[in-house]
């Protein structure tokens, strides 16, 4: 009787045993194959990530050697793409944004001095301001003097955007040989009259 419950269980284990075996070597080659794919595309998208570096060599002026030079010193990228006259506004503008940060801290300076002295007592450098006018003047003047700071770095990365710029476009054409006229047009708009305007023609010779 034992001997018959035991077969009788053995039986029963064999289907879900079959199920077992038939499911893991059926995911197996499915999961390698997922895997296999999934190195495929990461290698395909490694490949695509790669970017190949711009090509300056048909350029007459190379922007990344322009850019560089104005870099290290501010003017010499415009001197390279031989717009010299650009180095004198530059620094111009450089000198006049030097002046101003100068001017502003120096106010700055002495009005925070002021209020440091009003709050010991002493009230003799600007006997008509309270302390919340002398507050709003350092406010003030530091807010300028820290505006002035900003558009120095302005200046600077301006000088690095034409510089460039500049180069990216030596390469364009620019001769005699091309030409733009603007003539008047004289054409009909409708059964019972006509029309005025203006024409724009290129012209490559």
């Known amino acids: 009787m034992k001997t018959i419950h ?22 197996v080659p499915v999961s390698s194959y997922s895997q296999t794919e999934a190195e495929s595309k990461e290698v395909e998208i490694s490949v695509e990530e790669i970017k190949e ?8 002026k ?19 793409n031989n717009k010299a006259w650009k180095a004198p506004l530059i620094y111009a503008g450089f000198m006049a944004d030097i002046y101003f940060i100068n ?12 209020l440091f002295a009003f709050d010991d007592g002493d009230r003799s450098q600007f006997p008509s301001l309270n302390r919340e006018a002398l507050v709003r ?17 302005a200046i600077y990365a301006l000088n690095l955007v034409d510089a ?11 001769s005699d040989d091309i030409a733009m006229k603007i003539e008047p047009n004289v054409g009909t708009f409708a059964a019972s009259g006509t029309s005025m305007g203006l024409t724009l023609k290129f012209q490559f010779k």
């Open 103 to 114: 001017f502003n801290n120096k106010r700055y300076q002495t009005f925070r001095t002021a």
């Open 62 to 80: 190379n922007p990344r050697k322009a850019t560089i030079l104005s870099a290290i010193l501010p003017g010499a990228g415009q001197v390279y």
């Open 164 to 174: 460039n710029v500049d180069a990216h476009l030596s390469g364009f054409d620019i």
């Open 137 to 153: 003047n350092v406010d003030y003047w530091r807010q300028n003097r820290d505006s002035t700071i900003l558009l120095l770095l």
């Open 6 to 27: 035991f077969l009788f269980k053995d039986k029963n284990k064999t289907p879900w045993i079959s199920l077992g075996i038939l499911l893991f070597l059926f995911l």
């Open 53 to 60: 570096k711009p090509d300056y060599s048909s350029l007459p």
